[in-house]
């Protein structure tokens, strides 16, 4: 079946740090990878996306590469600022399930000044 | 400007009380879903339709009801609210075709006593 794991949170930064999020899954065939975030007391918006491997999704300073040969879609950015903080989750979407979405737990990220 | 709409935003019942989460689309989009967000749990799926008169179970589906008579609209009902449906709920919508992003609204907060 299609399913996402992520790194268990929280993780508390200080600002300019570097963040990985660690996230693998399993499906069968060529999903499609998200990230998305969730900021305080808000929905979930799309951070950024790959649609096959080796892509590299990118956005505001982050970035995540589709790597299917690890089944990983690791979250990095260089330099972290307390805009940050925030709820993400990594998810994936296939074609055999109808283009269903699957979410990992999320991961908090507090960064403090 | 593309969005998924729910309401009430906020809502403080009683055990019991029969009550419908509204959420509305203006996309065009096929797949359609909500959500319960908890602490420590991430997101799971109660229900999702792929289309109209489509409706499946997600995850967590006791004690919810939906239903899709129209594209755009896809209701939750809760036919006899508990203090364990307590959560934040999140709809959601998507387009069939693969790699897309799912769209989210802002999220309802329902606390039942």
């Known amino acids: 079946g299609n399913s996402v794991t992520q790194m268990e949170g929280p993780v508390t930064l200080s600002e300019e740090a570097f963040l990985t999020i660690n996230c693998t899954y399993t499906?069968?065939?060529?999903?499609?990878l998200f990230w998305y975030v969730q900021y305080p007391g808000e929905g979930l918006q799309l951070l950024l996306k790959a649609t096959k491997a080796d892509d590299k999704g990118s956005n505001k300073g982050f970035e995540a590469t589709y790597r299917k040969e690890t089944t990983s879609f690791h979250l990095e950015k260089g330099s972290v600022q307390v805009s940050d903080s925030a709820v993400y989750f990594c998810a994936l979407s296939n074609w055999n399930t109808g283009n269903q979405f699957y979410f990992g737990t999320g991961t908090s990220l507090t960064v403090i000044p | 400007e593309a969005q998924v709409t729910q309401n009430p935003r906020y809502l403080i019942t009683v055990t019991g009380k029969k009550l419908t989460v509204t959420c509305s689309q203006n996309m065009n989009h096929e797949y359609m879903s909500w959500y319960r967000q908890d602490p420590g749990l991430g997101l799971r799926q109660i229900y999702y339709s792929m289309n109209v008169e489509v409706t499946d179970k997600g995850d967590v589906p006791e004690g919810y009801k939906v239903s899709r008579k129209e594209k755009r609209n896809f209701p939750l009902i809760l036919e006899s609210p508990s203090p364990n449906q307590t959560s934040l709920y999140f709809c959601a919508s998507s387009d069939s075709t693969g790699g897309t992003e799912a769209f989210f609204g802002q999220g309802t907060r329902l606390t039942v006593v």
């Open positions: 499906a069968t065939g060529y999903p499609s």
